[in-house]
C-alpha cells in the first residue's frame, strides 16, 4: 500500500484536503510542495492515533471531524484533494466527489486510490453478495463500487489506471488509481 501513496501524492501541490483521514498514514508522503493540509473524517474513534502522527508532520494540518458529503468549505479551496481507500467507505460516494469537484480550484485535481468493482464476472457477484455483510463488518466499506465510472460522472479530465493489487484477495484487491482535473 505504501507504493500507491507515494506514487500518488508526490502530486499533491499547494493547499490539500484530504478526506477520510482515517489514522494519518498518507502524511509521511506528502511532499514539500504541499503548503498546507486539511484533514475530514466523521470517525472519532480515528483521531487519537490520528492526533499523534499530526503532532510529528512537518506540514501545519487542520483536522476537521466531518464527512464528505457535507465539506463546509468555500469553493474553489483547495489545489489538491486526496482520497486513499476512502471512496468505498462513504455512504453518498457520488454527493463527496460533487462537494471535492466544488471545492477544488479551476486546474486543481483530485487524487485517488481505491478498490473496488472487479471486471471479473465471477468476482463481481460475489463482490454483489458480500457487500452487504462487508457493510457491516468493515465500518460502511461497499466491495463493489465502480469507481472509474464514479469519478467520471463528475470530473471530465480522468486519467485512471487498474489492476489487481499483489497479494490481495481479488475482492478487495481490484485497484483504481489516478487523477482527475477540475477544468479551468
Ligand atoms: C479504509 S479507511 C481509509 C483511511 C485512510 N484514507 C487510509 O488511506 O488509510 C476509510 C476511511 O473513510 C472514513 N469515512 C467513512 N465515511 C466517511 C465519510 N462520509 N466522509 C469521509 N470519510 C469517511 C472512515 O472513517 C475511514 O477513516
Known amino acids: 500500500m505504501s507504493a500507491y501513496r ?3 501524492l508526490k ?5 490539500v484536503l484530504e478526506i477520510g483521514f482515517g489514522t494519518g498514514l498518507n502524511l509521511p508522503y506528502y511532499p514539500p510542495a504541499v503548503k498546507s493540509l486539511t484533514v475530514v473524517d466523521p470517525n472519532p474513534g480515528m483521531n487519537a492515533i490520528a492526533a499523534q502522527r499530526v503532532q510529528t508532520s512537518p506540514i501545519p494540518v487542520e483536522i476537521k471531524q466531518l ?3 457535507a465539506l463546509p468549505f468555500a469553493s474553489g479551496s483547495f489545489d489538491s484533494v486526496v482520497s486513499t481507500w476512502t471512496l468505498c467507505s462513504i455512504p453518498q460516494a457520488e454527493q463527496a466527489l460533487q462537494q471535492i469537484h466544488r471545492v477544488l480550484k479551476p486546474g486543481g485535481c483530485f487524487l485517488f486510490v481505491e478498490h473496488g468493482l472487479s471486471p471479473e464476472s465471477e468476482i ?3 463482490q454483489d453478495r458480500l457487500t452487504p455483510i462487508q457493510k457491516r463488518i468493515a465500518d ?3 466491495l463493489n463500487r465502480p469507481m ?3 469519478v467520471e460522472q463528475v470530473f471530465e479530465q480522468v486519467t485512471v489506471e487498474t489492476a489487481y493489487a ?4 481479488k475482492m478487495v484487491g481490484y485497484f483504481y488509481w489516478g487523477r482527475a482535473e477540475k477544468e479551468l
Open 6 to 8: 507515494r506514487e500518488l
Open 11 to 15: 502530486q499533491a501541490t499547494g493547499r
Open 67 to 69: 464527512s464528505g458529503e
Open 124 to 126: 463481481s457477484v460475489w
Open 140 to 142: 460502511g466499506c461497499h
Open 148 to 150: 472509474q465510472a464514479l
Open 166 to 169: 499483489t497479494g490481495l484477495p
